[in-house]
């Protein structure tokens, strides 16, 4: 089956998951955490992508992102996969691919999702029980956007900033936002569109996205009104 082209679609946020080979570990000392870290912010600025959460679990990474520009995605995780894994692979005296593949990415519709995915990102140590409260796992953005820590890597979309009129108002309301868990349908929704690189959004969204990237934003409904053409593609 061929692969979807990827969305681009200027100023609209994606969900971003980058995995290890065989789901093996990418990370296995707080070095390779914060040199990690390094590589994303270098790239992140020189490419024109803005980060709004991250979390690095031991054997993938998910982001939540606006690209700049086309390129700006693609070209950040080329740079950092290329330095992050020659320093993997000399640290612990290893060869050959670290990535398993390509990342997995959907466009998010920011006035409805945004907050949602960076919940999702941001809670993964949770749900993966590793803590009971994300400001307890060291390695995810939730200090910076919750707790106000400083974060080259972060910058904060607009969605986020209309949470108060101050930093303390923005913060106060970001951490009430963990009051209520992402909902099981949510957390499928999002993980279901990330990995078949659908996007994330309402009918009147989708319907926008269709019109500007001439792909199709959502699998094809089944039966008799699902044989036409669209865009190019058969469906």
Same mark, same amino acid.
């Given at each position: 089956?061929?692969?979807?082209?990827?969305f !681009?679609?200027?100023?609209?946020?994606?969900?971003v998951?980058?995995?290890?080979?065989?789901? %093996?570990?990418?990370?296995?000392?707080?070095?390779?955490? @914060?040199f990690?870290?390094?590589?994303?912010?270098?790239?992140?600025?020189?490419?024109?992508?803005?980060?709004?959460?991250?979390?690095?679990?031991?054997?993938?990474?998910?982001?939540?992102?606006?690209?700049?520009?086309?390129?700006?995605?693609?070209?950040?995780?080329? *740079?950092?996969?290329?330095?992050? =894994? @020659?320093? #993997?692979?000399?640290?612990?005296?290893?060869?050959?691919?670290?990535?398993e593949?390509?990342y997995?990415?959907?466009l998010?519709?920011?006035?409805?999702y945004?907050?949602?995915?960076?919940?999702?990102?941001?809670?993964?140590?949770?749900?993966?029980?590793?803590?009971?409260?994300?400001?307890?796992?060291?390695?995810?953005?939730y200090?910076?956007?919750?707790?106000?820590?400083?974060?080259?890597?972060?910058?904060?979309?607009?969605?986020?900033?209309?949470?108060g009129?101050?930093?303390?108002?923005?913060? *106060?309301?970001?951490?009430?936002?963990?009051?209520?868990? =992402? *909902?099981?349908?949510?957390?499928?929704l999002?993980? %279901?569109?990330?990995?078949?690189?659908?996007?994330?959004?309402?009918?009147? #969204?989708?319907?926008?996205?269709?019109?500007?990237?001439?792909?199709? *934003?959502?699998?094809?409904?089944?039966?008799? @009104?699902?044989?036409?053409? #669209?865009?190019? !593609?058969?469906?």
């Amino acid at each position: 089956m061929a692969r979807q082209p990827r969305f !681009f679609i200027p100023g609209e946020a994606l969900h971003v998951i980058q995995r290890g080979n065989n789901r %093996e570990p990418i990370f296995a000392a707080d070095e390779d955490f @914060q040199f990690f870290l390094r590589c994303l912010d270098d790239a992140r600025e020189i490419h024109g992508l803005a980060v709004h959460a991250y979390v690095l679990m031991t054997n993938h990474v998910h982001m939540v992102a606006t690209p700049a520009h086309a390129q700006s995605l693609p070209k950040t995780l080329q *740079s950092v996969g290329r330095r992050y =894994v @020659q320093h #993997f692979n000399r640290t612990y005296r290893r060869t050959g691919t670290l990535w398993e593949g390509r990342y997995r990415a959907t466009l998010i519709d920011s006035e409805e999702y945004l907050l949602t995915c960076m919940r999702y990102v941001e809670l993964n140590p949770v749900r993966a029980r590793m803590v009971d409260d994300p400001m307890q796992y060291r390695w995810c953005s939730y200090h910076v956007n919750a707790h106000g820590r400083p974060d080259p890597v972060i910058a904060f979309h607009d969605v986020y900033l209309r949470l108060g009129g101050t930093v303390a108002d923005r913060l *106060s309301a970001y951490r009430a936002l963990f009051g209520c868990a =992402v *909902s099981s349908a949510e957390v499928e929704l999002i993980r %279901e569109t990330t990995n078949k690189n659908w996007a994330l959004g309402n009918e009147r #969204f989708k319907r926008r996205i269709e019109e500007l990237s001439g792909r199709r *934003s959502a699998p094809a409904r089944r039966g008799p @009104q699902a044989k036409h053409k #669209f865009a190019g !593609f058969r469906v």
